[in-house]
T-cell receptor, first 109, second 113 residues
Framework: RKEVEQDPGPFNVPEGATVAFNCTYS??????FFWYRQDCRKEPKLLMS???SGNEDGRFTAQLNRASQYISLLIRDSKLSDSATYLC??????????FGKGTTLSVSS | EAGVAQSPRYKIIEKRQSVAFWCNPI?????LYWYQQILGQGPKLLIQ????????DSQLPKDRFSAERLKGVDSTLKIQPAKLEDSAVYLC???????????FGSGTRLTVV
């Protein structure tokens, strides 16, 4: 079983749509959780951290369910510029980040 | 603040040849990571350094891959001999604190033919 598993993609949505990505992780000792964004042929960049209480950053909302070992990312009012690959990432304290395979989002006009 | 510098940006080699990649992390970042990202996959950790010591190299194919960070600053990753399946982007990242606050370099895209 992979350490971090994500929804298979790609997700193709029109502008203005709401889209949700899901992710599960296998190591119950995982302590930190993130969503990274990776544009085509670019390096990954941190989109947002994910906290147990849930957190929001503009049109983006992240949720964590430790009991189910499940992480989600919701994007509201999708923009063309949201087209990218979204990587679910976890780690334990002091260890390197473990990345999921990524889910590709394509937003069209 | 200068970012993580990597070179070269692109490299094409024949199988069984050798290749080396260089990374200069952000000044003051003690932790340095090398990741391999195969097309369509997420980045996979190859090796993690804390200053000039290895913290985790459990996923480094040590029969052909080697990495060093002799003075605890810049680092070199080498592949010898290369195989077709080594075609990937090699990403270097650094952080002030282990496991947090990563900054990635632009990566080196390796094609083995």
């Amino acid at each position: 079983r992979k350490e971090v598993e994500q929804d298979p993609g790609p997700f193709n949505v029109p502008e203005g749509a709401t889209v949700a990505f899901n992710c599960t992780y296998s190591n119950s000792a995982s302590q930190s959780f993130f969503w990274y964004r990776q544009d085509c042929r670019k390096e990954p960049k941190l989109l947002m951290s994910v906290y147990s209480s849930g957190n929001e950053d503009g049109r983006f909302t992240a949720q964590l369910n430790r009991a189910s070992q499940y992480i989600s990312l919701l994007i509201r009012d999708s923009k063309l510029s949201d087209s990218a690959t979204y990587l679910c990432v976890v780690n334990q304290a002091g260890t390197a980040l473990i990345f999921g395979k990524g889910t590709t989002l394509s937003v069209s006009s | 603040e200068a970012g993580v510098a990597q070179s070269p940006r692109y490299k094409i080699i024949e199988k069984r040849q050798s290749v080396a990649f260089w990374c200069n992390p952000i000044s003051g970042h003690a932790t340095l990571y090398w990741y391999q990202q195969i097309l369509g996959q997420g980045p996979k950790l190859l090796i993690q350094f804390q200053n000039n010591g290895v913290v985790d190299d459990s996923q480094l194919p040590k029969d052909r891959f080697s990495a060093e960070r002799l003075k605890g600053v810049d680092s070199t990753l080498k592949i010898q001999p290369a195989k077709l399946e080594d075609s990937a982007v090699y990403l270097c990242a650094s952080s002030l604190v282990q496991g947090l606050g990563y900054t990635f370099g632009s990566g080196t895209r390796l094609t083995v033919v």
